[in-house]
């Protein structure tokens, strides 16, 4: 019998059949900081066929306390990209796609083809709710994590009968985030494991996933299982009202959490015009220009015509975008 070195203790626990699935499978990890890099790194590791990596954002310094993929050098550079990077380095049997996008009703039916599973790892309630209607919809499985402080939370929407993230977040308020409460790299590591093993586990034997909503809290060790119920008016899995995935709710400046960063979009925005305005703004000063963004100042141009701004507020986030940008 020939066991893939590679993999050989894995099989040991999931079996040649089980590494053959998991080999065969498409999964999306949507969000690449603290959860998303970490279950991005796992889920390579256990030899995922093709791992998608979607993000929107650049890496910052403050970055490293918790995303232990990227280093000092990455500072800067997009978390799409340089998680594709080390990925392939760590396991270069597997397909890595790498997409520098912000994922929204508009794009999200074409990233997000033929996929198996999808890793909710972003860090606002806006994105999930739409990953929410596109799973519900799609009936394909969705491993939902976050993260505040030093507590953490798990539940994976599956199936018609159990109830989705908008039955579980249905007052729609974002109680703390981790602008006001922070994070611990620890909290963050014990979610990921748990999203990669959730996915993982639904690829090799669904009997395994997890049914209740898990709370965790590593300051006092405590793992709680809740059973949640189905809201039988829920808009989304009862009602079948997509109202996130068909653009009736959309988002128009986008705050990244844990930062004074805001993300406007240029309208009407061709990728040739990318150069014009990085031109233009190297006459006022230094401009970094990666070839898939630049940065100038507290403003970072991406190829999509997404403009990322360090600004105390959207206001002056929106000033900055006027003087530089334009409309
Ligand atoms: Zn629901």
Do not use: P
């Not at 019998?1 to 089980?18: A, C, F, S, T, W």
């Not at 990455?74 to 594709?84: F, P, S």
């Not at 597997?94 to 033929?114: F, G, M, R, S, Y």
Request: include cysteine; charged fraction near 30%; proline fraction near 0%.
């Amino acid at each position: 019998m020939v066991i893939n070195e590679r993999y050989k203790k894995q099989e040991l626990v999931l079996g040649k059949e089980g590494q053959k699935k998991l080999a065969k499978a498409t999964v999306a990890v949507v969000g690449l900081g603290a959860l998303g890099s970490n279950c991005a790194e796992l889920l390579a590791r256990a030899g995922i066929g093709k791992v998608m990596l979607i993000d929107r954002d650049i890496i910052s310094l403050d970055n490293l306390q918790r995303q232990h993929l990227y280093d000092e050098e990455d500072v800067g550079k997009a978390k799409a990209v340089v998680c594709k990077e080390k990925l392939l380095k760590i396991n270069s049997n597997i397909v890595i796609q790498d997409e520098l996008a912000d994922i929204t009703w508009k794009n999200i039916n074409q990233l997000l083809k033929n996929i198996d599973c999808i890793i909710d790892c972003t860090d606002n309630l806006f994105t999930r709710m739409l990953l929410n209607d596109f799973c519900v919809k799609s009936n394909i499985v969705l491993a939902h994590g976050a993260v505040v402080g030093n507590k953490g939370s798990l539940y994976v929407v599956s199936g018609k009968e159990k109830a989705c993230l908008a039955c579980i977040y249905f007052d729609k308020i974002s109680h703390e985030t981790c602008d006001t409460a922070g994070v611990l790299n620890t909290a963050s590591c014990v979610v990921s494991n748990l999203q990669a093993n959730e996915c993982i586990k639904f690829l090799w034997n669904k009997h395994y996933v997890e049914q209740n909503f898990l709370r965790i809290d590593v300051l006092t060790n405590s793992f709680e299982k809740l059973r949640v119920k189905k809201n039988r008016n829920c808009l989304v899995c009862v009602k079948n009202e997509f109202q996130y995935l068909s653009g009736k709710i959309e988002q128009k400046a986008v705050h990244y959490c844990g930062s004074f960063q805001y993300q406007l979009e240029k309208k009407n925005f061709f990728k040739k015009e990318y150069k014009n305005i990085v031109d233009k703004l190297k006459k006022l000063g230094k401009v970094v220009d990666l070839g898939y963004c630049a940065h100038f100042d507290d403003l970072t141009l991406f190829l999509d015509g997404r403009v990322l701004i360090k600004a105390k507020d959207e206001k002056e986030a929106r000033k900055i975008f006027d003087k530089y940008i334009g409309c």
